[in-house]
């Protein structure tokens, strides 16, 4: 224990003193007029959570998303997708059809509410839900007695899901899609921009993602009573009248006027930021080039158009390299790498949930690895990255 400790420390130490700063997985990118809106807040005093930058910044996302689609910004998105699932009426004893790969956060609000996620694989092109297991699923359930209240499809990483199949499946037995898009904002299928596909779409602003407000989120609605209703819930149900009266429980779950400032910052330079996670992904496909054995995760057709939040890789299970390797030989010359997400249906706290699928996701968590994807990457950290990755596996 004590020894360990000691290494840890030496290790540190050496870090240190070579002076290698850490090259982070995915880093906040300020665009330069964030303070500017920030300051404004506070010249006008709109220190709250509503004021004149909550309503701009809801335009601005309407403007980049769709002309057909409302947006309530949030605290964050898990609130968004909690707010969904309340406004598509799941409550205790419902079950809810949830991707298995994802981020927790696509599932907790599920057991927020009382309900039972039912867990499905991805499919090894998009690595997002499987329209197949999605269908077998939803046809167990109902001859098992339950028809699933609603579909969480998640696009990871960036990744558009199978939009047509999911939505066709979705249509055929009329359980409605809550897509997750708190990954894919600037991502699109088919030239529609994610976050426009599902019933209700959502976006974080967590400060990992491709833009952030430090902290935050947004529910995407297609009705204007929609936008109103998750409004209403947000800001602790108030009835209409001049004391404080309450029909329905209600949440405290508005995004604050300073981060929304942010958040103005941040939309300018998005599609900025798109691009610069995308030539990532590029960067990624050279320094892999002509290895079979390592692939580089790419869109499977022009079909689809990834914003690359993160690059990712995968090991074929006949190379003698493999993610673990090759997280230490980064680490070592500090540099952040992350396994895949661990699909929800192989985590300790939903091991009793059902789960219909062919072990497509957990494969891919064994033999995937996500790398350094920062929007702000200079060529210095971009060498550091190809000279320690050549170093494994060469
Ligand atoms: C980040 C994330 C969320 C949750 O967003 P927060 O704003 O952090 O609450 C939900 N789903 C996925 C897939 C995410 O990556």
Known sequence: MGLISVEIKLRNLTNHF????RIHLSLPHMGGNEE????EAFRTNWIAPLGPHVTTFEKKLEEYLSKEVHVASLSSGTAAIHLALILLGVGPGDEVLCQSMTFAASANPIKYLGATPIFVDSEPTTWNICPHYLEEA???RIAKGKKPKAIVAVHLFGMPYQVDEVTAISKKYEI???EDSAEALGSSYKNQKCGTFGDFGILSFNGNKIITTSGGGALIVKKPEHKERAIFLATQARDDAPHYQHSEIGYNYRLSNISAGIGLGQIKVLDKHVSLRRNMNKFYK???EGRNDIKVFTEPSSDYFSNHWLSCITFSDKSDKNPLGMREALSNENIETRPLWKPMHIQPVFKDAPFYGDGTSEALFNMGMCLPSSSSMNDQE???????????IN
């Open 18 to 21: 070579r002076m290698k700063e």
């Open 36 to 39: 500017e809106f920030i300051s």
């Open 138 to 140: 939803i046809k167990d």
């Open 176 to 178: 409605p899609v809550v």
């Open 286 to 288: 050279n320094l892999f």
């Open 382 to 392: 971009r060498s550091r990255i190809t000279d320690a990755v050549l170093a494994y």
